[in-house]
């Protein structure tokens, strides 16, 4: 193999990056997701996340690419009833990666992402919901976008449309909860269709199951990122200490891609509400 086809390994190997998935369960305790949250309530949702990948899909959605990647982040998301329509949600993550290939290797520890977003209530009837919710980007210098070089996305915009239901499995209340999303980016960069759906179910009073999947389809942008999508998996359990007080373990997996790792993560929530 030419020094330059070894080069282009490398570089394709670097450009397997990850986009951070804001832990954005829901459930009716913690009033999240499609739901607005009573004026002047509210809730904040510290997260710990730890990811690990050693294989990453190739350009035809094969899993055969080795790489060496993890990575520790902690992220903050608050949520505050403005009024009984309008909801404010603010988010933030600081990172610790880790990523080699070949001779190249990337340490890390810094900021990503951080997010204002609005939310408003278009429609209710009984126990189902429609919403619409408005975001504003800011990329810090680390990772943001994927197949994409760390720091690289500057400001970015989304539109998203949540739909919910909740209703009763033997008995016991349940939820369903749908969002559809176009992410905008500005200077050339790549843009994105995201869809994400959420259930829940309360066996007991204080517990509940929560199963999610969230799929992100990125377009190609010239000498920048190619085109890439993904699949992750998850499913966690919530246990509510109290009205104010829950505690969530969770796992998850990237079961499907194109031109992204395999990630495997672990994660724990604390949910405080005011």
């Known amino acids: 193999m030419s ?5 282009n390994i490398q570089i394709t190997f670097f450009r397997l990056g990850v ?4 832990i954005g369960v829901q459930h009716e305790t ?9 004026a002047g309530k509210g809730q904040i949702i ?3 996340l730890a990811v690990s990948a050693d294989k990453g899909f190739d350009a035809n959605g094969k899993l055969d690419l080795p790489v060496q990647f993890s990575k520790y982040e902690t992220s ?3 949520e505050h009833g403005l009024n009984e329509d309008f909801t404010l949600v603010l988010a933030a993550n600081y990172q610790n990666l880790q990523f080699i290939a070949g001779v190249d290797q990337v340490n890390f520890s810094g900021f990503g992402e951080t997010e204002v977003a609005l939310r408003k209530t278009i429609w209710k009837a009984g126990p189902a919901i429609i919403s619409l919710q408005a975001h504003m980007i800011f990329a810090g210098p680390g990772e943001t976008i994927t197949d994409a070089d760390l720091g690289v996305g500057g400001t970015q915009y989304e539109v998203r449309l949540l739909a919910g239901r909740s209703f009763k499995i033997a008995r016991k209340d349940a939820f369903i909860d749908v969002q559809l999303a ?3 980016r500005r200077q050339n960069i790549a843009d994105e269709w995201r869809f994400d759906i959420s259930s829940g179910w309360r066996p007991l009073p204080n517990w509940q199951i929560l199963g999610q999947a969230f799929y992100v389809n990125g377009q190609s942008a010239p000498n920048l990122t190619r085109s890439n999508r993904r699949l992750k998996a998850q499913t966690s359990i919530v246990y509510d200490r109290n009205k104010k007080t829950s505690y969530q373990i969770g796992v998850y997996k990237t079961v499907l891609g194109k031109n992204v790792i395999q990630e495997n993560a672990i994660f724990m929530s604390i949910w405080q509400r005011y």
């Not at 020094?3 to 080069?7: K, T």
């Not at 986009?19 to 804001?22: D, H, K």
Request: hydrophobic share 50%.
């Open 182 to 184: 176009r992410r905008f």
């Open 19 to 22: 986009c951070m998935v804001l």
């Open 30 to 38: 913690s009033w999240a997701g499609s739901w607005p949250l009573p």
């Open 46 to 48: 510290q997260t710990t």
């Open 76 to 78: 903050m998301f608050l």
């Open 3 to 7: 020094m330059a086809g070894f080069r």
